[in-house]
């Protein structure tokens, strides 16, 4: 009798892609640490797991949107977006007196210890006096990592407009760089090989890259039906494919099997 494959627990990620138009159509990609076992040297978009944190009943009093007509999960998920990408990028989506924090948000040193564990991210947005700016989040799309993985998430991914007036600058641990880069220009340097993108972040990128600007790319996201992604392995007359739901937006994908694994 053969034996089950053992469970992987599928754990709740959330992701950010940060937009801006000047000087043209770019998101923010920053590139994973090479010492980093899950997708090392990669250009991904900033996020991660959500942590205990993110649920703390405290946010209340610290957030712009997550109201009644959000769930608990949502409201963390979407907060555990906002602290990934000021760990990763220091760039900090809240707003302090009506209006966007602008400038350095915290030093590198406040980053590292919020992304340590050993400073909560609450206490960084309290003492500066802000409230992290969940309207400002559109979804763009959800996806499962296929139950073959060793590591599995259920990953939502956002976007938001950046802050005109904060530089996105990398933490030098999890990230080694972080830079602005127009879609269809990442989608190049991806099919050339000078740059490493992982399917998932490829086949964003690549459905990103259909929007002409920040407006434009969250107008689309917010017309378009969510379609949760898990893709499924299909035997094809080459081969073992990864293809993924036709109606999801992404177009008919049969990605071979061996360059995802």
Same mark, same amino acid.
């Given at each position: 009798?053969?034996?089950?494959?053992?469970?992987?627990?599928?754990?709740?990620?959330?992701?950010?892609?940060?937009? &801006?138009?000047?000087?043209?159509?770019?998101?923010?990609?920053?590139?994973?640490?090479?010492?980093?076992?899950?997708?090392?040297?990669?250009?991904?978009?900033?996020?991660?797991?959500?942590?205990?944190?993110?649920?703390?009943?405290?946010?209340?009093?610290?957030?712009?949107?997550?109201?009644?007509?959000?769930?608990?999960?949502? &409201?963390?998920?979407?907060?555990?977006?906002?602290?990934?990408?000021?760990?990763?990028?220091?760039?900090?989506?809240?707003?302090?007196?009506?209006?966007? $924090?602008?400038?350095?948000?915290?030093?590198?040193?406040?980053?590292?210890? $919020?992304?340590?564990?050993?400073?909560?991210?609450?206490?960084?947005?309290?003492?500066?006096? /802000?409230?992290?700016?969940?309207?400002?989040?559109? $979804?763009?799309?959800?996806?499962? @990592?296929?139950?073959?993985?060793?590591?599995?998430?259920? @990953?939502?991914?956002?976007?938001?407009?950046?802050?005109?007036?904060?530089?996105?600058?990398?933490?030098?641990?999890?990230?080694?760089?972080?830079?602005?880069?127009?879609?269809?220009?990442?989608?190049?340097? /991806?099919?050339?090989?000078? &740059?490493?993108?992982?399917?998932? @972040?490829?086949?964003?990128?690549?459905?990103?890259?259909?929007?002409?600007?920040?407006?434009?790319?969250?107008?689309?996201? &917010?017309?378009?039906?969510?379609?949760?992604?898990?893709?499924?392995?299909?035997?094809?007359?080459?081969?073992?494919?990864?293809?993924?739901?036709?109606?999801?937006?992404?177009?008919?994908?049969?990605?071979?099997?061996?360059? $995802?694994?």
């Amino acid at each position: 009798m053969s034996e089950k494959a053992p469970t992987v627990e599928v754990r709740p990620a959330a992701t950010i892609l940060l937009l &801006r138009d000047t000087p043209s159509f770019e998101v923010l990609m920053v590139e994973r640490h090479h010492q980093i076992d899950f997708a090392s040297g990669a250009l991904v978009f900033p996020g991660g797991k959500w942590h205990d944190g993110d649920h703390d009943p405290a946010w209340a009093e610290h957030l712009i949107g997550g109201g009644s007509d959000m769930d608990s999960d949502q &409201r963390a998920l979407r907060i555990a977006a906002i602290r990934e990408v000021f760990e990763e990028a220091g760039v900090l989506l809240a707003r302090r007196d009506g209006r966007m $924090v602008s400038g350095e948000a915290a030093p590198m040193d406040v980053r590292q210890a $919020v992304d340590r564990g050993e400073l909560p991210f609450l206490s960084v947005v309290r003492d500066l006096g /802000a409230k992290l700016d969940l309207d400002s989040l559109t $979804v763009f799309s959800r996806w499962i @990592t296929p139950v073959m993985m060793p590591k599995r998430f259920d @990953t939502w991914f956002y976007m938001a407009k950046a802050p005109e007036d904060q530089l996105a600058a990398c933490d030098g641990h999890e990230t080694v760089d972080a830079t602005w880069i127009e879609p269809k220009e990442a989608l190049r340097k /991806a099919e050339t090989g000078e &740059r490493k993108i992982i399917f998932p @972040t490829r086949m964003n990128v690549q459905l990103l890259a259909e929007a002409s600007s920040a407006e434009d790319a969250i107008a689309r996201a &917010r017309a378009r039906p969510l379609v949760t992604v898990l893709p499924q392995i299909e035997e094809r007359p080459g081969g073992k494919v990864l293809t993924l739901p036709p109606h999801a937006g992404y177009g008919d994908v049969a990605e071979p099997l061996s360059s $995802v694994m």
